[in-house]
């Protein structure tokens, strides 16, 4: 049976600050080309991100449910965000929400980032380097063996 660990102080903030920082890095750098794409994409990256925790992985997650602990927000507050009748695999639906949140937020802002390459690199540091840690330390331990990003080769509990 695999331990369902509980995230440190710091494993939560440097996850959401790498995380929001990048999506204001690169707002910013889409609003020095127009407004209108930088409200977009922020837009975009908050909604397509509560729909994943609403929706996708969290209403399945073990670290949530049995742990009581979450990476993303104070528990009590995600228990109330995520829907009740979620489980089992993910659908098509929810694996594309998924992708789209995480993939999308990340490949979106490249292109007008790219003429302004401090700020393109530093999203690419912020938020890529928050994808790369999720998926080499996070996913690697992780118990939610329904997430399509699981990385865990020691998980062996039944689903939710």
């Not at 009590?76 to 965000?81: E, G, H, L, T, V």
């Not at 690199?121 to 999720?134: A, D, E, K, P």
Request: aromatic fraction near 14%; charge should be positive; include cysteine.
């Amino acid at each position: 049976m695999i331990n369902i660990c509980k995230f440190t102080f710091v494993e939560k903030f440097s996850s959401q600050f790498a995380y929001n920082a990048g999506v204001i890095v690169a707002a910013y750098g889409l609003y020095l080309h127009h407004v209108t794409l930088a409200l977009a994409y922020l837009l975009y990256a908050y909604v397509s991100i509560f729909l994943l925790v609403r929706y996708t992985i969290c209403p399945r997650c073990l670290h949530l449910l049995v742990a009581g602990d979450c990476l993303n927000l104070p528990p009590s507050i995600m228990k109330r965000i995520i829907s009740k009748n979620r489980r089992g695999p993910l659908d098509l639906t929810e694996k594309v929400i998924f992708v789209s949140a995480l993939y999308g937020t990340l490949i979106i802002p490249l292109y007008w980032l790219s003429s302004h390459f401090f700020l393109l690199c530093l999203f690419i540091v912020l938020f890529g380097g928050n994808l790369v840690y999720l998926n080499t330390y996070f996913c690697r331990n992780c118990a939610n063996q329904e997430c399509i990003q699981n990385r865990n080769d020691n998980l062996n509990v039944k689903p939710i």
